[in-house]
């Protein structure tokens, strides 16, 4: 395996070992608040459930159902396996079977869930009573404290935990523009359990991964043309303490989409779209924006004046970059231009329409000889 960046396995580690310990904290102070044949306390195998709900947060083994009613379903396998007498091999062996086979059947497989059904029948071969409320406490109980944590870290660290399907920068129901072409979902998922893989990576991990070798073939296929080929350089911007009604002027007369703010060095400082803008100035925008900046006012947030009040921050490109990076950037729709920048001072804007134009003329020229 190539090695995890340091930065991911320190979220990785750090948010499992606070999670194991809050979640031991919590356990201690409701010890005696939940009646149980067991006191509420950490279980060996949450380790392993810690690790895929924090390294891995994308794999299906790691989704709240899977953890939740794979531990669950595994201790009431061990549980009914324990009820029969027979000897504690041929007790272990019958329950992680068991389990195995129910999250199977219920769609939540979870590795550690075949711990659990270990551990649960070698407590209860210790002489330790195991019954049905060992499944509730401590299983359950362990397994959801540390998804709530899985919940909160993943998400306080940039990480999309329960994993969902990407939605539309618009909000509709499309898939992203680079998903419409090629393989559906539906094609996707059956992929994945024709070659036995569906456990291992879900049909939207997949997705995004066709997607990205395919625009990174589609980089290459520029070869040295760099976003300096492209970009326009006669740029029209608008300072940062530029008045919003500047802005508007701007728009109106150019009938550009989104401006470059630059401050006085001419320095990129972020990118003002129309949407923005029609959003935060009231005498632009529908009434219920009107409304909703008067409400501002009274609880004292001062409304939008600048266009660095309404900038949003700038995702830019450097000169020498190859071109291929603007497939990504210019493709779902959320970017209108992308600014070219050079030691942060602003020297071009790559358009989608520039970029439109660039394929049609690939696609209209004819292929150069080849040697």
Same mark, same amino acid.
């Given at each position: 395996?190539?090695?995890?960046?340091?930065?991911?396995?320190?979220?990785?580690?750090?948010?499992?070992?606070?999670?194991?310990?809050? &979640?031991?904290?919590?356990?201690?102070?409701?010890?005696?608040?939940?009646?149980?044949?067991?006191?509420?306390?950490?279980?060996?195998?949450?380790?392993? &459930? $810690?690790?895929?709900?924090?390294?891995?947060?994308?794999?299906?083994?790691?989704?709240?159902?899977?953890?939740?009613?794979?531990?669950?379903?595994?201790?009431?396998?061990?549980?009914?396996?324990?009820?029969?007498?027979? &000897?504690?091999?041929?007790?272990?062996?019958?329950?992680?079977?068991?389990?195995?086979?129910?999250?199977?059947?219920?769609?939540?497989?979870?590795?550690?869930?075949?711990?659990?059904?270990?551990?649960?029948?070698?407590?209860?071969?210790?002489?330790?009573?195991?019954?049905?409320?060992?499944?509730?406490?401590?299983?359950?109980?362990?397994?959801?404290?540390?998804?709530?944590?899985? =919940?909160?870290?993943?998400?306080?660290?940039?990480?999309?935990?329960?994993?969902?399907?990407? $939605?539309?920068?618009?909000?509709?129901?499309?898939?992203?523009?680079?998903?419409?072409?090629?393989?559906?979902?539906?094609?996707?998922? $059956? =992929?994945?359990?024709?070659?036995?893989?569906?456990?291992? /990576?879900?049909?939207?991990?997949?997705?995004?991964?066709?997607?990205?070798?395919?625009?990174?073939?589609?980089?290459?296929?520029?070869?040295?043309?760099?976003?300096?080929?492209?970009? &326009? @350089?006669?740029?029209?911007?608008?300072?940062?303490?530029?008045?919003?009604?500047?802005?508007?002027?701007?728009? @109106?007369?150019?009938?550009?989409?989104?401006?470059?703010?630059?401050?006085?060095?001419?320095?990129?400082?972020?990118?003002?779209?129309?949407?923005?803008?029609?959003?935060?100035?009231?005498?632009?925008?529908?009434?219920?924006?009107?409304?909703?900046?008067? =409400?501002? @006012?009274? *609880?004292?947030?001062?409304?939008?004046?600048?266009? @660095?009040?309404?900038?949003?921050?700038?995702?830019?490109?450097?000169?020498?970059?190859?071109?291929? /990076?603007?497939?990504?950037?210019?493709?779902?729709? $959320?970017?209108? *231009?992308?600014?070219?920048?050079?030691?942060?001072?602003?020297?071009?804007?790559?358009?989608?329409?520039?970029?439109?134009?660039?394929?049609?003329?690939?696609?209209?020229?004819?292929?150069?000889?080849?040697?």
């Amino acid at each position: 395996m190539a090695r995890p960046a340091a930065g991911e396995m320190l979220r990785a580690a750090l948010g499992a070992g606070l999670a194991l310990a809050g &979640s031991a904290l919590l356990l201690d102070a409701l010890g005696g608040m939940v009646a149980s044949s067991m006191r509420p306390g950490l279980i060996a195998p949450l380790g392993a &459930s $810690a690790f895929l709900l924090f390294a891995v947060p994308n794999s299906p083994l790691a989704q709240p159902w899977s953890a939740l009613v794979g531990n669950g379903v595994s201790a009431a396998v061990a549980v009914l396996v324990l009820g029969l007498g027979l &000897s504690t091999g041929l007790t272990a062996g019958m329950a992680v079977c068991g389990a195995m086979a129910a999250m199977a059947v219920l769609r939540a497989m979870h590795p550690p869930g075949a711990a659990v059904a270990l551990a649960t029948v070698l407590i209860g071969a210790d002489g330790t009573p195991v019954g049905p409320d060992f499944v509730a406490v401590p299983v359950l109980l362990d397994t959801a404290l540390l998804v709530l944590f899985a =919940l909160g870290w993943n998400r306080l660290t940039g990480r999309r935990y329960p994993f969902r399907v990407a $939605a539309s920068a618009h909000g509709t129901a499309d898939p992203l523009p680079q998903q419409r072409l090629g393989l559906t979902a539906e094609d996707l998922t $059956a =992929l994945l359990q024709r070659t036995n893989q569906s456990a291992n /990576i879900g049909a939207e991990d997949l997705g995004r991964l066709l997607a990205a070798a395919e625009a990174e073939a589609v980089r290459r296929s520029f070869g040295a043309l760099t976003c300096a080929d492209i970009m &326009s @350089r006669d740029v029209v911007t608008v300072a940062a303490d530029a008045s919003l009604a500047t802005v508007a002027a701007l728009f @109106r007369q150019h009938r550009f989409k989104t401006l470059p703010v630059v401050d006085g060095d001419g320095w990129l400082e972020g990118m003002l779209s129309q949407t923005d803008f029609v959003a935060a100035w009231p005498e632009a925008a529908p009434l219920h924006v009107r409304a909703g900046a008067a =409400l501002g @006012r009274l *609880a004292g947030r001062k409304p939008a004046q600048t266009a @660095r009040d309404v900038m949003a921050p700038a995702r830019s490109v450097a000169p020498n970059e190859p071109v291929g /990076i603007l497939v990504e950037l210019l493709a779902d729709g $959320a970017l209108e *231009a992308v600014p070219v920048v050079s030691s942060r001072r602003l020297v071009g804007i790559v358009t989608r329409s520039d970029f439109l134009a660039l394929l049609t003329q690939r696609r209209l020229l004819p292929e150069p000889p080849t040697a």
